[in-house]
């Protein structure tokens, strides 16, 4: 899952990057009962990006109830969905406890301490706001879901600074993931 909104409170929509021939995952997909709708949108790579409509799975509402955010991006892979919660411990225990109620195979695979992304930049809480912001109005969606003016509208910004800032920001997002690929 590369990134997730909300339609209404009981129904999402997410961009899923699938491996496989455009479309070939469609009614695949479409067949499970949670999903509303599935349209896929473009090849990328040796994959297919997908956008899926479908209704909350239970924990979406606990997330929201914990004001706790869903990280991106989300991995599905033979089956299995890895994710982080980034929280307090007695909140990671309500989502533990919330997951398991759920399905009793939910296991853990590490608890960390301090920052979980330390290889990700340092954005300034400008930056943040600015990423947090096109996110949600879709201008990194593919297509994209807001242009750049009308994106400039809604932060009240001008459409250079909005784009210079978007700039620095992929800018140190590109740099930081060549610098952790050269690392692993």
Avoid at 5 to 14: K, N, W, Y
Avoid at 25 to 44: F, K, N
Avoid at 74 to 86: P, R, Y
Wanted: charged share 20%.
């Amino acid at each position: 899952m590369l990134n997730r909104t909300d339609v209404t409170a009981d129904v999402s929509v997410s961009d899923y990057w699938i491996g496989g021939a455009p479309g070939v995952w469609a009614g695949e997909i479409a067949s499970h009962s949670d999903v509303v709708r599935v349209e896929p949108l473009a090849a990328v790579g040796a994959g297919c990006l997908y956008r899926i409509q479908y209704r909350n799975p239970p924990v979406i509402y606990l997330l929201r109830t914990l004001h706790l955010p869903l990280q991106f991006p989300l991995q599905i892979q033979a089956g299995f969905l890895t994710w982080e919660v980034v929280s307090r411990y007695a909140e990671f225990r309500k989502v533990l406890d919330h997951a398991r109620r759920a399905d009793e195979g939910v296991q853990v695979i590490s608890v960390r301490r301090g920052p979980l992304r330390s290889h990700l930049p340092m954005l300034t809480e400008s930056q943040q706001e600015l990423l947090t912001r096109a996110m949600a109005e879709g201008y990194f969606a593919v297509p994209r879901g807001i242009s750049l003016t009308e994106l400039s509208r809604k932060l009240n910004r001008s459409k250079s600074a909005v784009s210079e800032g978007i700039a620095v920001i992929e800018k140190r997002l590109v740099e930081s993931a060549l610098n952790a690929g050269s690392l692993a």
